[in-house]
């Protein structure tokens, strides 16, 4: 009996040792599947997640802000945003601007107004569970000294094939004294999909449950989440708003045909003008995540608690 017992000891540690190799290959299959990758192009860098386009990070000099486009749905491929869509073509996709900084505008077109133009993206992790690139941008206008320059650390990762993220970090250093009166037109933003908005069905809801332009708008909210419904596919963009943010959390400019985004500018103390001296920095987070499923199948909200605890 003694040799039948060794004998089967000996096969359920054969077994279990195949168990335990193929779990392995299954959760590094699970990573590698998950991988991401950025290249960095002529005038954009690109990001792909387990061997599909995400997004890319356009910054042409002759645009009027870089900004990020396709963003594209985990499930669909298809992109959530729009890179320019009626009846506000400047709306491009998922960007960062702002009107009436000392008396320019580095929002709307026409860049004789002012333009945020990229020195030239660094990819610091070029692949893996995430990508790390940096961007030094200058805001200006032609034929004067810049007036701005900001520093933006994007961080972009695919925790599973369901959710895709974007962590935007941006540091605004003034080269001169600053002034930005009051202005709907300001900061992070992002502009779906018609196909998503709320007036072709799609739904806009804030952390508190509060659903739409009337119940959203200029309402202080850590998050927001548009979502829809398209052939089918149910996917959606969330901001998040990082807690060490000034303004936090920030009231919302939020429109039923696609646009949102968290804007302190509109909402300005007494609707005096926002004053940023020369060396002073203003440093601005957020969490982009783009998600399968609604509001509560994406679980927005534990992923806003995960957002503020990670370093």
Not at 27 to 52: F, H, P, W
Not at 231 to 255: C, M, Y
């Amino acid at each position: 009996m003694s040799r039948w017992i060794k004998f089967a000891a000996i096969c359920f540690l054969i077994v279990s040792c195949n168990s335990l190799t193929a779990k392995k290959v299954s959760d590094s299959a699970t990573v590698d599947s998950q991988q991401v990758v950025a290249k960095l192009e002529k005038d954009k860098v690109t990001i792909n997640v387990a061997g599909k386009l995400f997004t890319c990070y356009k910054f042409a000099p002759l645009q009027k802000y870089p900004y990020f486009w396709p963003v594209n749905g985990p499930v669909s491929g298809q992109s959530v945003t729009t890179e320019s869509s009626q009846p506000y073509p400047h709306h491009h996709s998922l960007f960062f601007g702002c009107d009436r900084v000392n008396d320019g505008n580095f929002w709307q077109e026409e860049n004789k107004y002012g333009q945020i133009v990229s020195q030239g993206p660094k990819i610091i992790e070029s692949e893996g569970r995430r990508v790390v690139f940096v961007d030094t941008c200058l805001w200006r206008q032609p034929e004067k000294e810049p007036i701005i320059l900001d520093i933006r650390r994007v961080v972009i990762t695919a925790p599973n094939e369901n959710i895709r993220s974007i962590d935007f970090d941006i540091s605004l250093q003034p080269l001169t004294d600053i002034l930005i009166q009051k202005t709907n037109h300001s900061l992070f933003s992002a502009r779906v999909v018609p196909q998503l908005s709320v007036q072709s069905g799609g739904t806009l809801v804030n952390a508190e449950g509060k659903s739409g332009e009337k119940e959203t708008w200029g309402v202080a909210s850590p998050w927001c989440n548009y979502y829809g419904t398209r052939k089918g596919v149910t996917e959606g963009i969330a901001i998040l708003q990082h807690p060490d943010n000034r303004w936090f959390p920030s009231k919302w400019f939020t429109r039923d045909y696609g646009f949102f985004s968290p804007t302190p500018m509109n909402w300005l103390e007494d609707d005096k003008p926002f004053k940023l001296a020369k060396g002073e920095t203003l440093t601005l987070r957020y969490r982009v995540v783009i998600h399968a499923g609604d509001t509560q199948t994406a679980d927005i909200n534990r992923l806003f608690k995960q957002y503020t605890k990670d370093e």
